[in-house]
């Protein structure tokens, strides 16, 4: 998640061409500022045609010119997707709508960068169920750049107010799950309400695709359309797409409470970039993924199957040139006097909220009680203005928060005020721009004690207007904006008052000198992380993720075709193949949740729909099968015990003939004295890692903690790691192989291909097994990185000359007694039976997109699939 992440970028031109992220990201950065620079100079500039720098710019852009032609149009189109589109309608008549443009912190932040074409599409908060009226707002809007989503009123009832206002927006702001009263129908609620959800995203995602044209990009915002992401990608998957979550993202032990929790995450991660406004938020997303989905997170986000969904940090900001021009304007300037005169020897203090249960309204009045307690030389110095502006009235929660704010309003001014002043102002109402900047610019003392907030701006609002009085700003630890401001602020745990009443004191009192220092400090950061920047920074990290995506594409293997794959098969005279078994053809174990189950997952079992198949394959006398795994001999002879095909075990060290006799094809100097103070150690953190096990085989041992805590298993690994490599295999000639949460020691040079000649040589030594030339093999598996060299073990271009000397000269004996040894002047080798094209070498990773394999396939359901189809061709062309 860290955003310093270096990545090559292969180029021919490197020179001119910036190969990291970081670089590119600079690189575009200097682009903009130099063409800002062109168009201050008053220098003339088609923003949306031009494809050159005037004369008068080029000096200053310099070597970025050839770049910026290759660089995508000036004028990217930017789709912005939420829940409500920046306009407040109002219907005149059948054909007439009335609209008003808000001025919101988002659209501020979007109409001032001039880099892309913002265009809104969202729900414009009214029900219009006729064509006429539909036609006339969409027409209204267009030309405000907003396109509707029209929902009708049950649908809105459902996906907003019910999904999203009472499910996903308490639950990411840690207030949990609402209590039904009557729990029997808690299910079915839910069920109605989330299905409402998928329908309302799938509506916007249908709106987005009538209007996307190539090169756009789309930018998905709020808890509202966690499924936009994934309906995108389902319709066009190449679709550049982020999300933005603008509250906080909770633990994962908050988020797992959901019953929709992994569609909910699988959904987002269909997202190219997904941000948050810090890293705590993001931190708890990745955390999610990893421990509900099983998924790896990564240093720049979330890995699926080779696919990275890049997770990072965006605070966002304020547009502070609003601010500073609304201060000089004269009816502001008039209101600021007002307010001075009526506030005249008393500091002001400030708080701007919404009435909410997350704002701490309730917390901040008590805090203010408690100082005025234990101060009462304060009483008639200062006083608390408090605008709480009103939010859904209708909700009964909202109802009772509102008239206990006002019963404590009530007490406290009734205990320490007068006749002709009272220590708190509270109204229940918004206030329009220019008075909310007067009020900012007269405030001594500004009071944010929200109990959870995404970022809270009200914060950055007031630091833009204390350029003359250098206000004093208190600040919740749990707001977004303590992690962008928490130098200058005074940070508080709204939940203790005490802390509250000590930081009121501290800030009323604070020397001027301390309050210039941290006020400098604020208005700094304030004015260089504007809006604007936000927007630009998110909108270039999602165009460079993609084109680093795309890298990473054309590095998978495509996914297999099976009638390419069956084709050559039929066309071959004789036939190898080796197929792995763990997690290829294994049945998959899955329950509701996506958990897993523990025992069964440890009882290895071929999937039941390849016993016909495999039984077909093996009746072929012209197809020799050898199935191929790490598990050990007595799992094997279980699952395939009945089958006329050759068994390799432990990664090869022993193989089974078709007449299920089992050899050891073990070098003769193969030392294993290192077993037992490797068994040890895997001993000790099983006994101390819950839900982990180890296997102990013949020739490895295999410590696996899949179903233990990740970010715990992850930890405990690299611990067992370090323990190994110092003590016990220090000086031992071993390797250490890691897997998906699993570390397996193994004797050095043990892996699939190294044991692949040995297992070839047995093979053709029993003259029964192979007739002739082999013309086709395929080798498919989901096996680990250290044993992918059985991939490259058979390609045609690396295959040594016929000439070549026998490379099988161990000797090996069956339980019967007989011979199999291979003698050091035979002719026969596992070389000279291969007379393999490439167009007939098929090599095929299962459940892995980091593969040296030629080709892919998904999931052992897909192996499934194939085999089925490869063993009907094959019975149909016996037959025929």
Not at 11 to 22: E, K, L
Not at 374 to 387: A, G, S
């Amino acid at each position: 998640m860290s955003q310093n992440n270096n990545h090559d970028v292969h180029n021919d031109d490197s020179s001119q061409i910036p190969s990291t992220r970081v670089s590119r990201l600079l690189r575009e950065r200097q682009l903009r500022r130099a063409t800002i620079d062109v168009s201050d100079s008053n220098t003339v500039l088609e923003i949306p045609d031009s494809d050159d720098f005037s004369d008068a710019g080029q000096s200053s852009v310099g070597v970025l010119e050839e770049e910026r032609e290759k660089s995508p149009p000036f004028r990217q189109r930017l789709l912005v997707v939420a829940n409500r589109l920046p306009v407040s309608a109002v219907r005149k008549g059948d054909d007439s709508w009335s609209l008003e443009v808000s001025a919101g912190g988002l659209v501020s932040a979007l109409l001032g960068v001039k880099e892309f074409e913002a265009r809104w599409i969202g729900w414009a908060g009214v029900n219009v169920q006729d064509e006429v009226g539909q036609k006339a707002l969409t027409k209204a809007l267009a030309e405000k750049n907003c396109v509707p989503v029209f929902l009708d009123e049950e649908l809105v009832n459902q996906y907003y107010n019910g999904y999203c206002n009472n499910i996903l927006w308490p639950l990411f702001h840690y207030l949990g799950l609402p209590h039904e009263d009557q729990l029997a129908t808690t299910r079915s609620i839910h069920q109605i309400q989330f299905a409402a959800y998928r329908k309302a995203n799938q509506m916007f995602a249908d709106v987005v695709n009538q209007h996307y044209e190539e090169g756009d990009v789309v930018w998905c915002h709020d808890y509202h359309l966690m499924f936009v992401p994934k309906c995108l990608k389902e319709h066009n998957s190449d679709i550049k797409v982020g999300w933005f979550l603008h509250t906080p993202f909770p633990s994962s032990e908050i988020h797992r409470t959901l019953p929709s929790r992994s569609e909910l995450l699988h959904a987002v991660l269909a997202a190219d970039l997904v941000g948050f406004h810090t890293y705590d938020y993001a931190r708890h997303f990745v955390s999610a993924c990893t421990r509900i989905l099983g998924l790896e997170g990564t240093p720049d986000g979330v890995e699926d199957q080779g696919r990275v969904t890049r997770v990072a940090a965006f605070p966002v900001g304020i547009d502070s040139e609003r601010f500073f021009c609304a201060l000089q304007a004269p009816q502001v300037k008039d209101h600021i006097k007002e307010l001075e005169t009526r506030f005249a020897g008393r500091k002001v203090m400030l708080g701007v909220d919404r009435l909410d249960m997350i704002k701490g309204i309730p917390q901040k009045i008590l805090a203010f009680e408690k100082f005025l307690e234990e101060n009462p030389d304060w009483h008639d110095k200062v006083v608390l203005l408090q605008i709480a502006v009103p939010t859904r009235n209708d909700v009964p929660e909202y109802q009772k928060l509102s008239s206990q704010v006002h019963e404590i309003v009530g007490r406290i001014n009734g205990r320490f005020g007068s006749f002709t002043a009272v220590p708190i102002h509270h109204l229940d109402c918004s206030l329009e721009f220019n008075a909310l900047c007067a009020l900012y610019a007269v405030t001594d003392v500004t009071l944010i004690t929200s109990l959870r907030d995404g970022m809270n701006l009200v914060s950055y609002e007031f630091v833009a207007c204390q350029n003359s009085k250098k206000g004093v700003l208190i600040l919740s630890e749990f707001a977004g904006a303590a992690q962008s401001l928490g130098a200058g602020a005074l940070l508080v745990n709204p939940w203790n008052i005490t802390e509250v009443a000590a930081a009121i004191g501290h800030a009323l009192t604070m020397p001027a000198e301390e309050r210039e220092k941290r006020y400098r400090h604020n208005f700094e950061h304030v004015t260089t992380h504007s809006a604007q920047q936000w927007a630009e920074f998110f909108v270039s990290e999602l165009n460079d993720t993609v084109i680093e995506a795309q890298q990473r594409v054309r590095k998978v293997p495509p996914q297999l075709v099976f009638s390419d794959a069956i084709s050559a098969y039929l066309q071959s005279k004789h036939r190898l193949l080796i197929l792995g078994f763990n997690a290829a053809m294994t049945e998959p174990v899955d329950i509701p949740g996506g958990r897993g189950d523990q025992i069964k997952d440890m009882e290895l079992k071929l999937h039941p729909d390849l016993k016909a198949p495999l039984m077909l394959l093996c009746s072929d006398p012209n197809t020799t099968i050898v199935v191929l795994s790490g598990s050990d001999r007595s799992v094997l002879d279980d699952n395939f015990g009945e089958y006329n095909m050759w068994l390799a075990a432990e990664n090869g060290m022993f193989l089974r003939n078709t007449k299920g006799h089992w050899m050891s094809t073990m070098p003769e100097l193969l030392n294993m004295d290192w077993v037992d103070s490797v068994k040890h150690v895997l001993e000790y953190f099983t006994e101390r890692t819950p839900r982990s096990h180890f296997e102990l085989r013949e020739t490895s041992l295999v410590w696996n903690y899949k179903y233990s805590d990740a970010e715990f298993g992850r930890l405990q690994a690299r611990d067992m790691l370090q323990h190994l490599w110092t003590g016990p295999i220090s000086n031992a000639a071993v390797d250490v192989v890691q897997g998906s949460r699993t570390v397996e020691v193994r004797a050095i040079g043990v892996s699939k291909g190294a044991a692949i000649d040995r297992i070839l040589g047995e093979i053709v030594h029993n003259k029964k097994a192979i007739c002739g030339p082999i013309d086709y093999v395929l080798c498919l598996g989901h096996f680990m990185g250290k044993d992918e060299d059985i991939y490259t073990f058979f390609e045609p271009e690396l295959l040594p000359r016929p000439t070549c000397a026998p490379r099988t000269s161990e000797k090996h004996t069956f339980p019967d007694g007989r011979s199999s040894s291979s003698s050091e002047n035979s002719t026969i080798n596992s070389w000279n039976v291969l007379d393999l094209k490439m167009e007939n070498y098929f090599s095929c990773a299962v459940g892995r997109t980091c593969t040296s394999a030629r080709y892919l396939l998904s999931s052992s359901d897909k192996v499934v699939n194939f085999l089925k189809e490869l063993a009907a061709e094959s019975f149909s062309h016996l037959s025929y």
